[in-house]
């Protein structure tokens, strides 16, 4: 998968959105029209931002 959002990958809050995202997607809550990793890692970056 090629998104900016390599460092995020293998960690538990990439794990956890994704789930979650996954959960949404199969309930027909949301729908997807961006890559999955692209949005995903967006998610960590702010939630790492809100950390500093």
Known sequence: ???PYKEYE???MWSTIWQALD???ENDDI???TPRGHIVGYLC???EAMKD
């Open 1 to 3: 998968m090629n998104h």
């Open 10 to 12: 293998n960690t538990e």
């Open 23 to 25: 959960e949404l997607a």
């Open 31 to 33: 729908e997807e029209t």
């Open 45 to 47: 970056e702010k939630i």
